[in-house]
């Protein structure tokens, strides 16, 4: 009997190059779409707990409650489907980026930049941790994309923050790093959720101790950013009145 690694398609009539290239120019029925997500989702916390080598289509497959078979009918293989895993979390970590482009207010943009990124961190910890993953072996199968798209959002962010230089509203800083840092202390709270809940004597993190981390983190950042000489105002703004809990 013939075997398949998990990185090689089904060598089947859905799988051929006619079958592909038919399905290319059909649009996703709305069940093929829930189906994908369901995969997806399952194949992201394979990914975050055993890494891409370690992950087994099989595995995942059960868990999503099909057939290997029928899983790669969605994905032709396990790179295909890491590669659309990472796909997805990098696009919603660039939809946040996009927050520091708007209007002219460096401390409202910078609290919901923040604020959006521990929300990403809180609700997807394990797309987080495959993204971790990834980038700490080197990136070698995602790095292209990473510098594709990472690098002209983060070339973007850097000029929103030279714009607020030059308007006399923040204090000049390596903006780079200053990113670099953001994203670090942010992820944290996803890759390091279990160890902080442990410290903090709970079972897991809450929603107040992200809005803890999340004002704490904006105040350092913006009294680092405070203008040497006089401003039009002070940079930090006050922190917005909390709702109460329904």
């Known amino acids: ?76 293989s396990k790179e295909e489907l890491y590669l659309r895993v990472l796909g997805d979390v990098l696009t919603q970590w660039l939809a946040g980026m996009s927050d520091l482009l708007r209007g002219d207010d460096p401390a409202q943009a910078l609290r919901t930049y923040i604020r959006a990124k521990l929300q990403s961190s809180r609700e997807r910890p394990h797309g987080s941790k495959v993204f971790t993953r990834e980038v700490m072996a080197g990136a070698p199968r995602f790095g292209d994309a990473i510098l594709s ?34 994203w670090s202390v942010t992820q944290a709270y996803a890759d390091q959720q279990a160890q902080f809940a442990l410290l903090l004597g709970q079972d897991a993190l809450t929603a107040q101790d992200y809005d803890t981390a999340a004002e704490l983190i904006y105040r350092l950042v913006v009294r680092g950013l405070q203008p040497d000489g006089p401003a039009e105002g ?11 809990p329904c």
Do not use: C
Not at 157 to 176: L, N, P, S
């Open 1 to 76: 009997m013939a075997t398949f690694s998990d990185n090689s398609p089904v060598n089947s009539p859905i799988n051929s190059p006619a079958s592909q290239a038919r399905s290319a120019t059909r649009k996703p029925t709305a069940a093929r779409l829930r189906k994908e997500q369901h995969i997806l989702q399952m194949a992201e916390l394979h990914f975050a707990q055993y890494g891409f080598e370690g992950a087994s289509l099989d595995l995942m497959a059960q868990d999503a409650g099909i057939s290997r078979h029928n899983l790669l009918y969605y994905f032709a």
């Open 149 to 182: 798209r990472v690098g002209p959002a983060l070339a973007a962010d850097t000029q929103a923050f030279e714009r607020w230089v030059a308007q006399g509203k923040i204090a000049r800083v390596d903006f780079t790093h200053l990113m670099f840092i953001l």
């Open 234 to 244: 002070p940079l930090l703004a006050p922190a917005p009145a909390r709702q109460a």
